[in-house]
């Protein structure tokens, strides 16, 4: 069982950036499809990007350009750098795991979750 915890949210102006952490444990990781998502104030969870076991990679259209996930499995670490940042990123920014080492959009395809961390932008 992967425990998931989050790093690197806070408090940014538009335009500026920040860099997501989430560190995993156990030996499986690297077979592991790992995805960010978010949720907003009375909003529903939504999909941000995701990485498969093998790096492939897909975005929201509304971060595409912008954001960038990345994965080292020596560190058992999936990363999201955020750029450009705008009002409407902000939001709690959870990281999960899909064992199967798919991942997607689909956030029930993933098993674990982490607790989150806050990102808020400042107009």
């Known amino acids: 069982q992967a425990q998931l915890v989050e790093s690197g949210g806070g408090l940014v102006q538009a335009g500026g950036s920040l860099r997501l952490s989430c560190a995993a444990s156990g030996r499986t990781f690297r077979w592991y499809a790992m995805g960010w998502f978010r949720q907003a104030p009375g909003k529903e969870r939504e999909f941000v990007a995701t990485?498969?076991?093998?790096?492939?990679?897909t975005y929201a259209d509304s971060v595409k350009g912008r954001f960038t996930i990345s994965r080292d499995n020596a560190k058992n670490t999936v990363y999201l750098q955020m750029n450009s940042l705008k009002p409407e990123d902000t939001a709690v920014y959870y990281c999960?795991?899909?064992?199967?080492?798919?991942?997607?959009?689909?956030?029930?395809?993933?098993?674990?979750w982490g607790q989150g961390t806050q990102v808020t932008v400042s107009s």
């Open positions: 990485i498969s076991w093998s790096d492939s990679i």
């Open positions: 999960a795991a899909d064992q199967e080492g798919i991942g997607g959009s689909n956030r029930r395809s993933y098993d674990y």
